[in-house]
């Protein structure tokens, strides 16, 4: 191994602060989590930090990217946007016709294209069949995969 693969550096935010940071990647700065060193500077939320606080990034580009591990048996690092908390709108609010067009695409899903009928489950596989279709269909499957 030749160094560390997120070396410390610093970086200039929008506002004029200067923080360090986990390196750069693809352009945008890169921050660990938080309590460790280079951890995300006030102002910067992820998409579900965001939602958790009833906003929405709203169109803005990610400033910064957060990097976070998996715990053990998904054991890998990853990262993910950071949005500017100034920048981010409030969340639009349900209306009825948010709750028409969410119902009827439920109602799609548990459509089953084989029988051409409704099901109480959402319907499966890339012919979108109930799961009686499904498993009565299992052995063309397993003929296409031979
Ligand atoms: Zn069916």
């Given at each position: 191994?030749?160094?560390?693969?997120?070396?410390?550096?610093?970086?200039?935010?929008?506002?004029?602060?200067?923080?360090?940071?986990?390196?750069?990647?693809?352009?945008?700065?890169v921050f660990a989590f938080r309590g460790r060193p280079c951890a995300a500077p006030k102002g910067l939320l992820t998409r579900r930090q965001l939602r958790a606080k009833g906003q929405r990034p709203g169109g803005q580009d990610p400033v910064a990217l957060l990097m976070f591990r998996h715990v053990k048996p998904f054991r890998r690092v990853e990262l993910c946007e950071l949005f500017r908390e100034d920048l981010a709108v409030p969340v639009r609010p349900m209306t009825p016709a948010k709750e028409k067009a969410l119902a009827a695409a439920n109602q799609a899903r548990r459509f089953c294209h084989t029988h051409q009928g409704h099901v109480d489950h959402f319907v499966r596989g890339p012919k979108k069949q109930c799961s009686v279709c499904f498993s009565a269909d299992e052995t063309t499957y397993e003929q296409e995969a031979a």
């Open positions: 191994m030749s160094g560390r693969q997120w070396p410390f550096g610093e970086t200039t935010l929008w506002d004029g602060r200067t923080v360090f940071c986990r390196g750069t990647w693809e352009g945008l700065p």
